[in-house]
Nanobody
Framework: QVQLVESGGGLVQPGGSLRLSCAAS????????MGWYRQAPGKQRELVAA???????NYADSVKGRFTISRDNAKNTVYLQMNSLKPEDTAVYYC?????????????WGQGTQVTVSS
């Protein structure tokens, strides 16, 4: 069984910073892409940033230059450093990963962590 556990969300003022972490655990053979999605009230879930095992990254246009995704392959952990936060960044942030167990590749999600940007 594989679990993704997120941490680091909270309340921050506009212009502030937060760092999200997501650790994968369980019977993991290999991890390919890891990423962060977010879902604001009344909106669809959207990709924020993704990083593949080789280190290449992809960002939503709305967060380019403000957010940085990184990963520690030894710890099966992905991070999202969020700077210059805006009220429109308020959402539940979900971790996602493509993980191979002994059987096959699967798409896994974390439980979500709330990020609120407000004065």
């Amino acid at each position: 069984q594989v679990q993704l556990v997120e941490s680091g969300g909270g309340l921050v003022q506009p212009g502030g910073s937060l760092r999200l972490s997501c650790a994968a655990s369980g019977s993991i053979f290999s991890i390919n892409a890891m990423g962060w999605y977010r879902q604001a009230p009344g909106k669809q879930r959207e990709l924020v940033a993704a990083i593949i095992s080789g280190g290449s990254t992809n960002y939503a246009d709305s967060v380019k230059g403000r957010f940085t995704i990184s990963r520690d392959n030894a710890k099966n952990t992905v991070y999202l450093q969020m700077n210059s936060l805006k009220p429109e960044d308020t959402a539940v942030y979900y971790c996602n990963a493509d993980i191979a167990t002994m059987g096959a590749w699967g798409d896994y999600w974390g439980q979500g962590t709330q990020v609120t940007v407000s004065s």
